[in-house]
């Protein structure tokens, strides 16, 4: 274990020690107060609506070893009375850029396989199939829930400890978000998953999305290696005339590829294909997971893992939270809960999987997708389509973008119900369901779809 002490903060942060020893070993960075445990360090965050500086106090009673406070709007007079029992308080002049540089920092003292994952879609099932992967030859820190801002990244990086690799995932709403993780985390093996229609609204276009999703590149090893999905039109044309030193590794089921599947078969719950010889099974249905499972064979074959161990770790690997959760719920109703954020692409593969589904009526209950901007009537009326092309039973939709879909979607469907709000979604989907029913939940976050799966789960036990 490499470890960071308070002098490395205050020497790569700039920082002043108030009270404390420089000496004193710093393992576990925790922003939330109410999370905290003993030996943690608090590192305050402010936003316009919470000043973080006043749970200083309740950090250190339960017992944090320290805490990393703002210069210009923290009192400490009351807590020196903490350093007779070995506490630190060091002040900085911002904690979310200390955060960052200190993160910068510990990562720079691990010489391990780093791989940092971007996209529009598939960024968090990439990840955590990669990362399942890779556990069959190392130990392997990855990225947890929604840890892929600046400031989630950074934590995850500060979390590093007895770690013989890293697996860390790169969100971004706006140009300069990536090159900022990309610089801290440095990876040696850059993803992109594809470029679609995510925050085009702050964007603009799908080619400023791939400006930003190629911002990944800025921090690559120069010895390192770009994984990209050639079935997207995007990638596929940009990496024809990339000139970048770096290699670049190809996957992909329709345009050639340096890794494709050969004879594949969809079943609802898994898919199976053949590489190397080698039967490869997901163990979720879909196409996009093929994807997943293609671009984690990529990172396999890089750090010489054997192709049996890459396939156990694709058959063993585990979706987070939220993200094609599926539920057997009482009378043989199914629950895919895939509401964790929602644009169009995700949209279009989660129908996609619920119209392949065969003996079950199917109900999508969607929500507003956001950040669209001047696109957000094209793209949610596309979303209406693919209701139609899927040939979905019943469509509830909750929002007033979404209204746009099912609007399209009364073309051709004849059970399509209108919601202001989840309480109204809960009601119908309580009133119409059916032994036998596949439910799937899709929204951007902020709807708060978890709502309506909870509300179903209670209301069938």
Known sequence: MKNIIVDDIIRECNGKLIIGNKQEKCENFV????IIKEGDIYVVINSEKRNGNIFCEEALKKGAKGCIVNINDFEVKKLREYEKNGKFIVQVKDTIEAVQKLSSYKRNLYDIPVIAITGSVGKTSTKDMVASVISQKYNVLKTE???????????????????????????????????????IAKPTIAIITNVGTSHIGNLGSRENILK?????????????????????????????????????????IETKSEIMPISIEQSENNSIFNIDNCKIE?????????????????VGKILDIPIEKIAKGI????????????????NGITLINDCYNANYDSMKAGLDYL??????????????????????????????????????????????FSKMIAEKSKEKMSEVYICNNNEQAIKILC?????????YLKA???MNFNEIGEKIKDYES
Not at 31 to 34: N, Q, T
Not at 431 to 439: E, F, G, L, R
């Open 31 to 34: 922003i939330d107060s109410r």
């Open 282 to 298: 997901v163990p979720i249905g879909g196409i996009h997971f093929i994807y997943n499972a293609l671009c984690a064979i990529c």
């Open 145 to 183: 829930g929604n840890m892929n801002n600046h400031i989630g990244l950074p934590l995850t990086i500060l979390r590093l400890k007895n770690h013989e690799a890293l697996c860390v995932e790169m969100g971004m709403n706006h140009l300069k978000e990536i090159s900022l993780l990309t610089n």
């Open 212 to 252: 930003a999703k190629l911002e990944i590149l800025e921090g690559l090893k120069e010895n390192g290696t770009l994984i990209i999905n050639n079935d997207n039109d995007m990638l596929n044309k940009w990496s024809k005339n990339a000139g970048i030193k770096q290699k670049i590794i190809t996957y992909g």
């Open 444 to 446: 951007s976050h902020s």
């Open 431 to 439: 009133d119409i369901m059916k032994p036998n029913d596949t439910i």
């Open 355 to 400: 119209g392949n589904l065969k003996n079950t009526r199917k109900i999508a209950v969607l929500g507003d997708m956001l950040e669209l901007g001047k696109f957000s009537e094209e793209l949610h009326i596309k979303v209406g389509e693919q209701v139609i092309k899927n040939n979905i039973n019943i469509l509830i939709t909750v929002g007033e």
């Open 315 to 330: 058959k063993e690997f585990e979706l987070t939270k939220n993200r094609m959760e599926i539920s057997k719920l009482k």
